[in-house]
Structures are given as C-alpha cells and as structure tokens.
C-alpha cells in the first residue's frame, strides 16, 4: 500500500485531490493530510512516503520552500514531489522542476491530470 | 463602461467557467440586461491579493444558498450538514483557483506572478473606491459577482 501526503490549507482542495487520487486508482493508499509544508514535511519524515502533493500558496511554510527542504534532506531526496498550484505558468514550472519537483499541476484538480502527472511515479 | 468581451473578459469568464465547472459541476452563464440578479445580503463573499507584476485584488460573493447548495454537491452531503467553515474554505478555494487561471491566462508565458492568501465574510462585499471591472454572473439562475479591483486588469 502506497503512503501518500497531501499538504494544502484548503480542505475543500484536500478532498478534491483525494477524490482524484480514489479515481485513478489510489483508493487503497494512506493518506496523510498537512494543513502546511512544516506539517507535511513531519508526515513524511516520520515514515516511509512514496509521494508528497503539495500546494504552493499555504501559510507556515509554502510549496516551495518544502520542495527545497524535501530536496535537501538525505531521507526524503528520493520522495517524488508533484506541486499543485492555482498561480502556475510555464515560468514558475520550469523554476519548480529545477528545484526538483517531479511535475508541475494547475488547479483546478481533475482526474486526467493527477493521472497524467503520476504516469512516470506509477510506472516505477 | 469599457467594451465588454475584452481580453480581460474573456479571461475571466474562462476562469470562472473552468473552476466551476471541474469543482463544482456547475456552469456559469452571463446574466441577461433584462433580469439583473442580486448576490443579496444574505451573502458571502472572498477577496484575495494579486502581487507583482499587477498590484491588485480580485473578489466573488454569491448568495449563502446557491453555495450551500455547491458544497453539499462537493462533499456529497445534505445541504443541512453544511457547515460554516466548508463554506468559507469553499468558496476560499474557488476564488483560488479561478483568480490563478485568470492570472496566468492574462500575462505572458514567461512573467511569474503571486496570490495573497483568501480572506471571507458574510454579507455585501466591502465598499470600493478604486477603478475595478464588474462581472455579473449567474448559477442556475442564482447571482455571481466577481470585482477585479486596481487599474492593472484591463488589457
């Protein structure tokens, strides 16, 4: 069973993106919700995760900042990370797959994009 | 008035429809000028901030029942059941995710920009004193406003 964490300070966003996840065929896996990138960033420290959906725009701490601690820890540097933003453009993709995010979303969520942006993480 | 079906109309009338029609299966059409609905004062509404490069603030109100009425859809629950805090996070969400569309539909593939966090109330939207483009909108015969306000909108 695969461990996935969702970080968003949007409820309303953590349903929709479980709704998609249950969709496309992620309704078996555990999911951990975080209100922020501090909470989601302790989720997936605290045990094994094999994917992190994260919000760029939270209060705490913000998508980015996450991907860049995600990416500077030795236990996580491997965990695939997919940002979910409602203030995406080609510019801020290209900027966020550099820090290492393994795709770039724009909300709003459907089930054709979470699926098409999880193809090369259920491949492996 | 500035002529209607501008860039910036279009814009926000494909943001609008987009958000509502994958969140909410809803679908948004323009009022008619015949029958001019109001959001009413049993209202809520959301506002949130547009930084860098266009300094300004995007707003939406609608009336309580019509999003009611959204949220139960959402969550696949009874209107009743609804809550004061799904509404807010809703309607929160919504402006979000329709205020990015519009963002990114209306500036250059190349120019990043940033969102304040939402912020909501209940009742009329607060007064505005600056230049803004009005959007009136309708759900299933329900009002939808939506306000951009600050003179960087309109290209």
């Not at chain 2, 009611?68 to 009743?80: C, N, Y």
Request: net charge negative; aromatic share 4%; with cysteine.
């Amino acid at each position: 069973m695969k461990r996935i964490v969702i970080a968003d300070d949007s409820a309303t966003a953590r349903m929709f993106i479980k709704r998609c996840l249950d969709i496309i065929g992620f309704g078996d896996a555990e999911i951990i919700e975080a209100e922020n990138g501090k909470e989601a960033l302790a989720a997936a420290k605290a045990e094994p995760t094999d994917l992190l959906l994260s919000d760029l725009n939270m209060p705490v701490m913000d998508g980015e900042t996450l991907l860049k601690w995600v990416r500077a820890s030795p236990k996580l540097l491997d965990m695939p990370v997919v940002i979910i933003t409602s203030a995406g453009n080609p510019a801020k993709e290209q900027e966020l797959l550099q820090l290492g995010a393994l795709k770039v979303i724009n909300k709003p969520v459907s089930p054709p994009l979470l699926l098409e942006a999880l193809s090369p993480f259920i491949d492996d | 008035m500035p002529p209607k079906d501008t860039p910036t109309d279009k814009a926000m009338l494909d943001a609008v429809c987009q958000t509502f029609e994958t969140m909410a299966f809803a679908q948004v059409t323009e009022q008619s000028a015949e029958l001019e609905l109001e959001v009413g004062n049993e209202s809520i509404w959301s506002s949130i901030l547009v930084h860098d490069p266009v300094q300004g603030e995007i707003q939406m109100a609608l009336p309580q029942a019509l999003l009611t009425k959204i949220a139960a859809d959402m969550f696949g629950i009874e209107q009743e059941e609804v809550n004061e805090s799904q509404l807010q996070d809703i309607i929160a969400e919504i402006l979000n995710t329709l205020a990015g569309l519009f963002m990114t539909s209306l500036l250059p593939d190349d120019q990043t920009y940033k969102l304040g966090l939402p912020e909501h109330g209940t009742g009329p939207l607060p007064e505005i004193e600056t230049e803004s483009i009005v959007w009136k909108l309708q759900i299933e015969g329900l009002a939808l406003l939506l306000v951009a306000v600050g003179s960087g909108f309109r290209v």
